[in-house]
Each structure stands twice: as C-alpha cells, then as structure tokens.
C-alpha cells in the first residue's frame, strides 16, 4: 500500500511511521515543560508563604517573651525544685498567631544561684506551622549573687598604686542601677553594697576639696598581688585579652575615637532594627529598649585613649606593654554615661562629669613598676562626676560578653534578674 503526499507523490512508509511518536514526544515534552513551571510556581509561593509565617512566629515567640517577663511569676517560680518546669500553655494574639512559654529550673540545688530558663515557642497561623523559639536566662535566689571574674570585682574601685580625689566628685560603693535600668525591670530587687574603694596601701589616697568617697566600708586596705591581675577567674592576662572585640590603639598615632564618637550603630535586615556589632565605635546601648542594649563588648585599650561625651557599656582592658614597662590609660571625661567593668594594667582617669555605674579593677604598679607617666595611677576630679558600684552593670558586662562560664558566683544580691537572652531555632513543622 502506497501513501500519497500533499502534492500526490507516494509517501515512504518509514517516513509515515515516524510522524506518530514525534508528535507523542512533542506532548510529553510540552507536559514536562508545563509540570516544571506549575512547581517552580508553586514553590516560590510556599517560601513567600513559608518566610512570612516564620516573621509571625517570631513576632508572637517575641511578644510572648515580653509578656511573661512583664509578669513574671516569681511566687510560682520560687516553688520549683530542681529539673523542675511550668508549662504557661498556648495563647492566641492578634491575626491568629499564637505563642507557649515554658520556664525551666536547671541549677542543681548545690548552694549556687537558682537558675531558670524562660522558653517561648511562637508559631504562625498558617497551615505550614512555622515555628521560632526565644528564650531568657535569669537567675534569682534569696541570699543573692553575684559575678566575679577573680578578685574584680568587690568594689566600685580595687587599684593597686596612688589615688587622688578632688573637687566635687563621688566615688560610692553602695550598689546602685543606671537611670532606666530598674524601671525596665533588668535589674529590680537586688542591690549589693560594697566598699567604695580598696587599695593596697591606703597611705596613698589623697582627697582634696568637697570629694566624696563613701560605701561599706568608704575605704578597705587589701594586699594586691601580681598575680590578683594576672589572673580573672578561670582566664588568664593572655587569654581575656585576646577574647577583645575590638583593638583601640592609640600608640603612635595609630587609630582612637575623636571627641563624641563612640555611640550605638545599628543596621536594618529585612526591616528589622539591630545592632550592627562589627563598628568599633559601637560599645552598646544603656538604654532598655535599643537594640544594643544586650551589647557588651571587649574593648583592648594600647596607648592613651581620651575619650568625650561618650554613651555605651562594655568591658575596658587596658593594656600593658611588657617591652616598655609602660600601661595604657583610659579617660572617661566631659559629660560620658558608661557602665561596664574597666580592668587591666595602667591609668584610669574618670573626670569632668562623666558618670560610670559599674566597677574599676586596676594595677598602676606590676611588677614593683610604675605604669603610667602621671603622678596618679587613678585620678577623679571635677564637679558632677560619679563612680557607683552597680552589680548589675557587672553582672551584665560578664555574661553578655561571654564571660560567665569563667566567673565565680558571690552572694549578696536579691530577687529575680535577667542575665541574657538569645534566638534560637527556626522550623517548619
């Protein structure tokens, strides 16, 4: 049998037979094309959906965070042993996202402070089920604690060397919160007195016009050693400074701050508000509600670092340059708000109004040397100028810069206190 073409000539069979199976491929091909594109499509909308149900599940592991710490539960806490835990059930929030707080005890009941942990999960109101967890740690215990790293810091200024007070100034080792602090609710019911100043020979204070000096006791002479500032805790010299952050160095003319440069910086990601960690000039935030405020970083001070109208928190290392015999200073001057913890090996200056909630834990003298160029190892003066003791500044300089795994816990602060908080976990269920 012959096939005709269109033009009425024969058709070779084997050309016929090849028609069928083109055009059945040329479908399956079509199919496949349009399956791939109806998935491509179909994913793209499962991540949007995915992405905006794990912002909602944020938000609501958030809000519930906010809210049990608001109302924390301290009478129903203070009844949990050990291993313990309080299952705060599900609530719904506005648009249907919904939230679970949970708070665990997970101290072992050896005489150190009762630790809780406050976990929320958060998840969204779509059928993915996105899920974020937040938590806070806190401690709390009726005869109070405290963090130390070694001997620093059981003053609101232990200093080995000389010391000049004059002017109006106060220094004052009775615990006391920076402005704002309490009212937030970060450091409410725990106050710690100590003395205002120890040295190791009290012979060289000097205090000269209407300076304060007041605490529990005003002033304590203690032996100093080399070794009470070569050692913090479970760190060493060496090891503390090479956990800094960020390196000022002031020594030749290399890199420092100018006058009002040191300031919180923040960034946005996915129109969120936070802290952009990476600027040397950022050292945090005092204020509660700034992003930063968590913020507490190692600062290793080379040199002599003068710094103005200065606003954050961290932890001060000055430095001290073996080949020279040399200490760095630090100058906390003009209008500065600063709460932290100042340590090391050289000078520290607090003068011209600054205020500084926290404690300095100083060595002018290392190894039977002087460190510093000027008559005073640490110098206050000017009208306005504040050193108080604040546990709490201390406690959160320490566990927020990474530091509480190597401290020690004293007694002698009371009530339940937040010591850090954290992100953590993100899931589709």
């Not at 599900?90 to 708070?103: E, K």
């Not at 080792?173 to 007195?193: I, N, S």
């Amino acid at each position: 049998m012959e096939y005709q073409s269109s033009d009425n000539s024969p058709m070779p069979a084997s050309h016929a037979g090849f028609v069928m199976p083109a055009a059945i491929f040329a479908l399956v091909l079509m199919s496949a094309i349009a399956i791939v594109t109806l998935i491509t499509s179909s994913d793209e909308f499962s991540s949007s959906t995915a992405l905006r149900e794990s912002s909602e599940a944020f938000y609501a592991a958030e809000a519930g965070l906010n809210q049990v710490w608001a109302d924390w539960p301290d009478s129903l806490v203070s009844s949990l042993s050990p291993g313990d835990s309080i299952d705060m059930g599900w609530r719904t929030i506005d648009h249907g996202a919904s939230y679970r707080a949970m708070i665990y005890r997970y101290d072992n009941d050896d005489g150190n402070p009762e630790l809780y942990g406050l976990v929320v999960e958060g998840r969204g109101r779509g059928p993915r089920g996105a899920q974020r967890l937040l938590s806070l740690s806190l401690t709390r215990g009726l005869g109070g604690v405290g963090y130390k790293l070694g001997n620093c810091c059981d003053a609101a200024v232990t200093m080995r060397g000389s010391a000049m007070l004059k002017d109006k100034i106060t220094v004052d080792g009775h615990d006391g919160h920076p402005d704002g602090w309490e009212d937030a609710g970060v450091c409410a019911g725990y106050l710690y007195d100590k003395p205002g100043l120890i040295m190791d020979d009290t012979t060289r204070l000097t205090i000269e016009s209407e300076a304060t000096l007041d605490g529990d006791p005003p002033l304590m002479q203690q032996d100093l050693t080399d070794r009470d500032f070569e050692e913090f805790g479970d760190l060493t010299w060496e090891k503390i400074r090479a956990l800094a952050d960020h390196v000022i160095d002031a020594t030749d003319g290399q890199l420092k701050p100018d006058e009002s440069d040191i300031y919180p910086r923040h960034m946005w990601v996915d129109g969120e508000k936070l802290c952009d960690t990476s600027h040397p000039w950022n050292w945090g935030s005092n204020d509660p509600t700034d992003p930063c405020f968590d913020y507490f970083p190692i600062i290793l001070i080379k040199g002599e670092v003068e710094t103005h109208n200065i606003y954050g928190q961290a932890i001060i290392i000055v430095d001290w340059n073996e080949a020279t015999g040399i200490g760095g200073e630090f100058e906390l001057e003009t209008g500065s708000e600063f709460n932290g913890i100042i340590l090391g090996k050289g000078c520290v200056e607090i003068q011209k109004g600054a205020v500084f909630h926290g404690a300095v834990y100083t060595d002018g003298e290392y190894r039977n040397q002087p460190l510093c160029n000027k008559d005073d190892d640490y110098a206050m003066n000017k009208d306005g100028t504040l050193v108080r003791f604040s546990q709490c500044a201390v406690d959160r300089a320490i566990v927020n810069a990474g530091l509480d795994e190597f401290a020690v816990v004293t007694e002698g602060a009371t009530g339940t206190r937040l010591i850090g908080s954290r992100a953590f976990s993100e899931s589709l269920r």
